[in-house]
């Protein structure tokens, strides 16, 4: 065989393998450590430049079905998350041993009690509605918390833009989450709940084999809980503080109107519809008469 055929006899195989793993969605996975800080996450323990094959730490995150809409934006199609072991936070919430850390701030709020309005009280007598009775939430009160934080210090973490379906889409700058407010469906039984994702938990920031992939949340001290959900929540779906639940994520147009479209500034409906009233405004304001 010619040198030349040998050459580009390897070279096909090469892009074979190469063309194998592209189809799978190989990505790195980041090393899964234990974490009870809503901070930034460390850096991975492996070194930069090593080149070592470890086959363990590869994990195949799920091909999402993407549509183009006419309008140009991407629906997306996500699939339940079923049986996930599902516990009750709220915004002001103090630590306790099973909650390590107190929910005056969220993973990319440092202030989120105070962007909410106050707290949010979870205890059914003093609450009307789905809301505290003391004070209107400026905030969504649908709202919840997942393992995973697309933030780093700076930037994003460097496999968001792999793992995040809706990374390149949603992408405003190194600054913002692509995470933060983003819908998911909640259900228990027959009812579906939406609520906004507003922090990473519990207990992990890191885990987004579970959050975007086929793992299962990992141990912890609240029976395995992968998914946190706020009191109106709650209230709405009549879960118990520590329940089981199925969740997925949902594009907003499949998002149907409900007590979860009412309130907040941060409220992709809210947004819209005052975004609707100023359109409205302004093609039915008389235009001003100019005199000569």
Not at 10 to 32: M, T, Y
Not at 113 to 137: E, H, I, L
Not at 141 to 169: I, M, Q, S, T
Request: hydrophobic residues 35%; glycine residues 8%; contains cysteine.
């Amino acid at each position: 065989m010619k040198p030349g055929t040998i050459v580009h006899t390897v070279a096909v195989l090469l892009s074979s393998v190469a063309s194998l793993f592209a189809q799978s969605g190989p990505v790195k996975a980041i090393s899964s450590k234990l974490k009870t800080s809503k901070g930034s996450d460390r850096k991975s323990d492996r070194l930069a430049g090593d080149v070592l094959l470890d086959v363990d730490s590869i994990a195949f995150a799920p091909r999402h079905l993407t549509n183009a809409l006419p309008n140009g934006t991407a629906q997306h199609q996500f699939v339940w998350k079923r049986d996930i072991v599902t516990t009750v936070f709220w915004i002001g919430e103090e630590p306790t041993p099973n909650n390590p850390m107190p929910n005056k701030s969220s993973s990319w709020d440092k202030d989120w009690s105070g962007s909410y309005g106050g707290f949010d009280d979870p205890n059914p007598a003093r609450r009307s509605g789905y809301t505290p009775v003391k004070f209107t939430p400026r905030q969504n009160p649908f709202y919840c918390a997942l393992p995973y934080n697309d933030k780093a210090r700076e930037g994003h973490r460097p496999e968001a833009p792999r793992v995040v379906p809706w990374f390149n889409e949603a992408y405003q700058g190194p600054g913002v989450s692509v995470c933060k407010g983003r819908w998911i469906a909640i259900r228990k039984g027959d009812k579906v709940a939406y609520a906004q994702w507003e922090d990473a938990g519990p207990f992990r920031t890191d885990h987004w084999e579970y959050v975007f992939g086929n793992e299962r949340p990992k141990p912890n001290l609240n029976k395995g809980a992968g998914l946190d959900v706020s009191p109106a929540v709650r209230d709405y779906l009549g879960i118990q503080s520590t329940d089981v639940t199925d969740w997925k994520f949902v594009d907003f147009s499949e998002v149907p109107r409900g007590p979860w479209s009412k309130l907040g500034e941060n409220n992709t409906f809210v947004i819209n519809d005052r975004k609707s009233t100023v359109r409205v405004v302004e093609k039915t304001a008389p235009k001003a008469s100019v005199t000569r």
